[in-house]
């Protein structure tokens, strides 16, 4: 029999040492046998545990002196790999608060090696706490409202197929993808960079496909928080800088003046929801001031 592809799985971590040991244990428990696993440590506080659970699965651990967010993490876990390993066929990047179905990965392999066109593929994926919840069956970018959009069909109903956007929640990348498109956009830091890479993978010729067949569980938001500073600055800021590069200029000012209606409510809103809030409705008024400055990449606030 022909050796499986070899797949590299990237997982950045960053104080989140309970659920990137679960998402390890799931994968160790994956039916695919060509398979390594690196784990990225954004600066983490504590992790002489992590590190120590890493190396007993037989993973790989790379730890950075400073933390350089989702895409420059996953840049540093790929080069690394590109320097240690003779061959590597496919580069995963997985979410730390993930857990894999055994069988995600051959599916993932098999519909890249059916077509040299396809440039990623992605899973189905189901919410961690609601098993046969869809979060994320397909995406599209609705350009108006700058939104990016998550289809959420049953994975019963789900077909592969071609799409304009996947999340890098799960992201496997044919390794020849690099030389076209080149690594992540570390500008972005946090958010948006897999909406930027589905573009320039789309833009370079190549396919996005997503493969129900193949299936995730993800817990949400389980680093940064849905209401926090922290992830409204970074998806505020990131959101503009994303439509000012991608957007035709008609539809980015038409964007602009949604965008920032909405914004206005949202900053009041949370004013008015008491002292606690007030951090974010900070966060936001810096993400529009950031943007408008070109301010981009890692940002330290008191706020966050």
Known sequence: MPMQPKVCTIIVNYNGAQDTIACLDSLSKITYTNHIAIVVD????????????????????????????????????????IERFERIDYFLLLNNDTEVDPYFLEPLVEECERDEKVGACGSHINYYTKRNVTWFGGGDIKWLTGRVLHKTPSREEGKPSDENFLTGCVLLLPVSILDKVGFLNEEYFLYYEDAAYSIE???????????????????????????????????????????????????????????????????????????????????????????????????EYPFM
């Not at 350089?68 to 993490?73: E, V």
Request: glycine share 8%; charged share 25%.
């Open 42 to 81: 954004n600066a983490s506080k504590e992790t002489a545990q992590l590190k120590e659970y890493v190396e007993d699965k037989g993973f790989y651990f790379l730890e950075l002196k400073d933390n350089r967010g989702f895409a420059a993490g996953n840049n540093a876990g790929i080069r690394y790999a």
């Open 201 to 299: 993978i789309r833009k370079a010729g190549y396919r996005l496909r997503y493969v129900p067949k193949s299936l995730v569980y993800h817990k949400i938001s389980a680093t940064t928080g849905y209401q926090s500073p922290l992830s409204n600055y970074y998806g505020t800021r990131n959101n503009l800088l994303f439509m000012s590069i991608y957007a035709k200029k008609p539809v980015f000012f038409i964007f602009l003046l949604y965008f920032f209606m909405k914004n206005i409510v949202k900053y009041f809103w949370y004013i008015g929801k008491g002292k606690q809030f007030k951090r974010v409705s900070f966060a936001i008024k810096r993400a529009f001031y950031d943007f408008a400055t070109t301010a981009s990449g890692k940002r």
